[in-house]
């Protein structure tokens, strides 16, 4: 039997359009397996340099006139990723939460989808997406469309799921709605968190943060009420979607500094008094970040900030998503006397090279099991 490093390994993302907590899995991904090709709908290479020495192949949405524009084209998606040619490969690792599950591969073929979350918009948050599409002006539109088009896209997820050979799941939460939405078993590995990226800081200045896309599920506007309440600083990191409206909202303590580099993130992320976090999180890697900064995360109970937030060592929960329910956590927060070193050791056991040796493993035994099952 060879050895994994000898195998033909091809890593399929759902896009490479934005850097995000999944794409920074594909990053690990690909550090951990060299030798691996990298399939996707859409990508913008000035986006990752650590992938201009490595083959990435495309589907028909890279050069089709606004393909890149890939949140336009859910019925194409589909197709995108079944005419994407697999057959050579022995095994595929797909990071998905939406159709890179649903490559085609031989019965030889290994897949393994390391799982984000089941598509939130055909699935767990169907609801909250139809009330609140983010598309302008044509939202109306979108609100009339959506209903009969995302019943024939889950019916697709449904069968795409059914593709995959051994699921991987990024949290219990997200463990839980593999379980539910496609009917199988799935085992979590957390996603990683490079924290030599970041580091303990002297002097702790007077604000806290936001880190991340500004779309609705997002729920800056929780944060923004709060903090309008409060009267604290608050700094919004990221660009998307809401963020017109949610400037419009926020007062004189509230400062919006856009998109930043990864550097110019951890620098504001080691100096500020906590990371604030109203959303529910699939998984959730600024977090970790946050703690691998050693400063406290403020965040609503639920999600993945289940698996990696110690209420009262690394951070305070909250229960309703609500300003004064936040409100309530961040005046809690300043009576905790936080211990930076500890929370930085907690983030540890999330770091990228745990994250990696123990892929690799669940790899390597999978491919195993899977020559068995075969022969």
């Not at 409060?230 to 990221?238: A, E, S, T």
Request: aromatic content about 10%.
């Amino acid at each position: 039997m060879k050895n994994i490093e000898e195998l033909k390994i091809a890593i399929v993302a759902d896009w490479l359009a934005s850097r995000g907590g999944a794409e920074r899995v594909v990053l690990a991904l690909s550090e951990i397996f060299p030798q691996a090709n990298i399939f996707t709908s859409v990508y913008k290479p000035e986006l990752f340099p650590e992938l201009a020495r490595r083959k990435v192949i495309t589907s028909f949405l890279q050069t089709m006139p606004l393909g890149k524009k890939h949140q336009l084209w859910p019925t194409l998606r589909p197709l995108a990723f079944e005419l994407l040619n697999l057959d050579d490969y022995d095994i595929v690792i797909s990071s998905a939460s939406a159709e890179a599950k649903g490559v085609l591969t031989k019965p030889e073929t290994l897949h393994v989808c390391y799982c984000h979350t089941p598509t939130r918009y055909y699935w767990s948050h169907y609801h909250y997406y139809l009330q609140h599409p983010e598309f302008g002006w044509l939202n109306p539109a979108v609100r009339f469309v959506i209903p009969n088009l995302i019943h024939k896209l889950r019916l697709w997820d449904r069968v795409a799921a059914d593709r995959v050979d051994v699921f991987l799941a990024n949290s219990r939460t997200t463990q839980s709605r593999i379980k539910k939405y496609y009917e199988r078993e799935s085992t979590v590995i957390h996603p990683p968190v490079d924290t030599a990226r970041f580091s303990i800081a002297e002097d702790i200045e007077d604000y806290y943060l936001i880190v991340g896309r500004q779309t609705a599920y997002k729920r800056t506007d929780l944060a923004i009420a709060a903090f309008n309440s409060l009267k604290l600083p608050l700094k919004v990191i990221g660009t998307g979607p809401a963020l017109k409206q949610w400037m419009l909202e926020a007062k004189n303590n509230i400062s919006f500094l856009g998109r930043l580099s990864d550097a110019e993130v951890a620098h504001y992320l080691s100096h500020c008094r906590a990371l604030i976090m109203p959303q529910e999180e699939d998984a959730g890697i600024v977090p970790l970040e946050a703690s691998a900064s050693g400063r406290p995360v403020v965040a609503y109970r639920g999600g993945g900030a289940l698996d990696t937030i110690i209420d009262g060592k690394t951070g305070i929960f909250f229960d309703q998503q609500t300003p004064a329910a936040l409100a309530e956590a961040v005046i809690k927060s300043q009576a905790v006397a936080w211990q930076p070193e500890i929370i930085r050791q907690h983030a540890k056991k999330f770091d990228k090279a745990n994250f990696q040796n123990k892929i690799k493993e669940f790899i390597d035994k999978s491919y195993q099991d899977h020559l068995t099952l075969m022969s």
